[in-house]
């Protein structure tokens, strides 16, 4: 059983930065991709950032630029850095793992953007 905890949640301005980190409890390496998803209020789980075993990213339009997925293998964490925040990036935002046979979800972390 593989576990995703996410953390880094939190209330900022508009205009400010966060780092969400997802947490895995065994090795990085063992998954095909590694996804943030949101859900905003009132809306659809939506992806947001995928990143590749080789290393290829690709971002939702609406946070290109502004947001970064990354990874640490020896520390097996995803990480979503998040900046120039709008109050429309207010969700709840999750991290996923998948395999070919298997997809794995975290709890979710939540981030508000208010001024």
């Known amino acids: 059983q593989v576990q995703l905890v996410e953390s880094g949640g939190g209330l900022v301005q508009p205009g400010e930065s966060l780092r969400l980190s997802c947490a895995a409890s065994?090795?990085?390496?063992?998954?095909?991709?590694i996804r943030w998803h949101r859900q905003r209020p009132g809306k659809q789980r939506e992806l947001v950032a995928t990143?590749?075993?080789?290393?290829?990213?690709n971002y939702a339009d609406s946070v290109k630029g502004r947001f970064t997925i990354s990874r640490d293998y020896a520390k097996n964490m995803v990480y979503l850095q998040m900046n120039s925040l709008k109050p429309e990036d207010t969700a709840v935002y999750y991290c996923n793992a998948a395999t070919v046979r298997f997809n794995y979800w975290g709890q979710g972390t939540q981030v508000n953007v208010s001024s």
């Open positions: 990143v590749t075993t080789p290393g290829t990213t």
């Open positions: 065994r090795s990085i390496f063992s998954f095909d991709a």
